[in-house]
């Protein structure tokens, strides 16, 4: 393995270690959505690199997967924590005008 593709993965790997701090620590919850969409996009990017490693194109889907299953994901999540409801069709109105 090359020394490029050593630094790639260890910044991979470092990226997601403080993605992964920022989503335990916070401060705020929406800091902690990102910090998880980051690491779930990480592990997408890792993925692919293991698929430019080895070669088995095969698993290519499981990322492409994976990252569909993230988004999702952090789609439903906001819009539980905005609303507090995920059958909610209208978003809560701003009650701060009146």
């Known amino acids: 393995m090359s020394v490029v593709l050593l630094l790639a993965t260890l910044a ?3 990226t997601m270690a403080l993605a992964l701090v920022r989503a335990l620590r916070g401060p705020t ?5 990102v910090a998880v969409n980051v690491f779930g996009t990480k592990t997408v990017l890792l993925v692919a ?3 430019y490693i080895t070669g088995h194109a095969d698993l290519i889907d499981v990322a492409l997967v994976y990252a569909l ?8 999540v906001l819009k539980l924590v905005r609303q ?3 059958a909610a069709a ?3 109105r701003d009650r701060s005008h009146g």
């Open 12 to 14: 991979i790997f470092a």
């Open 29 to 33: 919850v929406y800091d902690r959505i």
């Open 49 to 51: 690199l293991i698929v």
């Open 69 to 76: 299953i993230n988004f999702i994901a952090i789609v439903t």
């Open 84 to 86: 507090r409801d995920l």
């Open 90 to 92: 209208q978003p809560p």
